[in-house]
């Protein structure tokens, strides 16, 4: 029977983390609508989980276009209907492909960088010097990165739908012979408005989940550099496996 | 000024402080010393307000610190210096710009008036012309100043220093407490410093603490816990001195 007290243990502690997650969270809203914002915060967040996020996304959309347009091809060849290779790629990337691999690209690239920074401010003591000084560190260290997070993702994600489509039109109309207006034209015939608008409401929750789970974990990271480490690698899969859960909730109900 | 009644804390089951009440009076200097790991730094975070005792009272003017919050919590702490042990200084920030942080979040002042400020806190610590380091230039000694004119500047009534000695040379460590000696008489502060520093506290304190097994062992001035005869004392001030330890 011992196992069932441990079962017991475990939940309560994962409800207890959940518990502490989500306060964490509803403060950082909390103090995201109400002022005062630090804007320079801000603006240098998205600069860093946006701007420099742009290489990646480019050359992470150009290949998954690529080889989206490769498959569909040979895919949709053996039903002799080649001439929807554009819809099958612009919806591919638009529904699910563009948010989620944006989304994990920016958790390994920022997502990770954004823990080990909280993180170190922890067990160096600047946050607890921070609030010394009566300054609430949420409003400097979460808040930016979460609107940073809820205005990059889509941007980011928009860019690399349209990289993508171009990398499907690349391999399929350029390499493999589908026709310009055959490609774009089908994929404007197809692709509705609520495709796009399940695009950018998915986006906009993996910006929250990802600066969610990643300042989360730094902020309460453990003592040391050892602390810190731990913290980042759990911010990594945490925020990966959330992202990819959220991302079947949201197909299933919403849509 | 600060009183302290009979706090406990633990951490995961592990007591590290059992019963510690002292007090520190206006514009006293207070040493706090004791081996490693004994919990002076828990201490001071009481005295703050950054850690909550399981028991006991930490009293700032008579205010009971852990029933304040908000703008009354804000206002003790802003009349509290603290000095962390590893400088907690903001590493993305300049020099200047960690000093200046405080007044520019905190007050109206307009950025002539802060400049004007900040770098008489630099002179004052020794620092002119080092303004636009990035922390990860400086030396221990000059990490130690800055984060000390950071906690100047907002011109505190008590200053609390965490090891400010400790990492540094005999000689580094010997200016720094110099200039905290000099610094006391210029503005009047009250102090608490922790430091194995012994020689040099020993002539800064008017009263020394020493902390024990989680309670405060003994509590004198530098003459009382020199000639102590407790044999716990006497171990561990010829264990931080080698045996050699003369006031005067
Ligand atoms: N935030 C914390 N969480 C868990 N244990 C802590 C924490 N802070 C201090 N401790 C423990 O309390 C004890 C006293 O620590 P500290 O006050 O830093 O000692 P020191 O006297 O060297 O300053 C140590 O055993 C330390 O591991
Ligand atoms: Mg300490």
Not at chain 1, 53 to 66: D, E, K
Request: glycine share 12%.
């Amino acid at each position: 029977m011992i196992w069932i007290s441990k079962l017991g243990e475990i939940t309560l502690s994962l409800l207890n983390r959940i518990g502490r997650m989500g306060l964490f969270l509803a403060k950082a809203f909390l103090c995201a609508i109400t002022p005062p914002l630090k804007f320079s915060w801000i603006i240098k967040q998205i600069w860093f989980i946006g701007f420099q996020s742009t290489l990646v996304i480019f050359l992470t959309g150009a290949f998954s276009g690529m080889v989206l347009g490769l498959q569909g091809f040979h895919t949709l060849n053996r039903f002799g209907s080649t001439a929807l290779l554009g819809p099958m790629v612009a919806l591919s990337l638009i529904k699910e492909l563009g948010p989620v691999l944006s989304a994990l690209m920016v958790t390994g690239r920022a997502g990770s960088a954004m823990t080990a920074e909280i993180g170190i401010m922890r067990t160096t003591e600047q946050i607890d010097a921070m609030e010394l000084m009566g300054l609430n560190p949420f409003r400097y260290l979460i808040v930016p990165k979460l609107i940073a997070g809820i205005i990059a993702l889509p941007l980011l994600t928009a860019i690399f739908d349209v990289v993508g489509i171009f990398g499907g039109y690349f391999v399929g109309g350029k390499l493999l012979g589908v026709g310009e207006g055959t490609y774009f034209g089908e994929m404007a015939n197809y692709v509705r408005i609520e495709d796009v608008l399940e695009g950018i409401y998915k986006s906009l929750s993996f910006g929250v989940i990802i600066t969610w789970v990643c300042c989360y974990k730094g902020y309460s990271a453990g003592f040391g550099a050892e602390g810190v480490s731990k913290a980042t690698t759990q911010a990594v899969v945490l925020s990966s496996v959330l992202v990819l859960f959220w991302d079947y909730i949201m197909t299933s109900l919403l849509f | 000024m600060i009183r302290i009644e009979n706090i406990y804390k633990s951490f995961n089951g592990f007591e590290v402080l059992k019963g510690i009440s002292f007090q520190v009076e206006k514009g006293e200097i207070l040493a706090l010393i004791g081996g490693s790991g004994n919990g002076k730094s828990v201490i001071l975070k009481h005295i703050v307000g950054l850690m909550k005792p399981d028991q006991g009272h930490v009293f700032i003017d008579g205010k009971n610190i852990g029933h304040l919050k908000g703008n009354d919590l804000e206002e003790i702490r802003g009349r509290i210096g603290f000095l962390f042990q590893n400088g907690a200084l903001f590493t993305s920030f300049t020099v200047y710009d960690n000093v200046a942080f405080p007044l520019r979040e905190k007050t109206k002042s307009s950025e002539k008036e802060i400049r004007e400020r900040v770098l008489k806190e630099l002179d004052q610590v020794g620092l002119a012309g080092a303004e636009n380091k990035y922390p990860a230039e400086l030396s221990g000694g000059m990490i130690k100043r800055t984060a000390f004119a950071r906690a100047l500047v907002i011109k505190p009534e008590v200053m609390l220093f965490d090891e400010p000695t400790t990492g540094l040379d005999p000689i580094i460590a010997h200016t720094i407490l110099d200039l905290i000696k000099s610094l006391h008489e210029h503005l009047g502060f009250t102090a608490i410093i922790v430091s194995h520093e012994l020689s040099r506290v020993f002539q800064i304190a008017h009263r020394v603490a020493m902390l024990h097994e989680g309670r405060i062992w003994t509590v004198g001035t530098p003459e009382e816990i020199l000639s102590s005869k407790d044999p716990v004392v006497r171990q561990f001030i010829s264990g931080v001195t080698g045996g050699s330890l003369k006031l005067y």
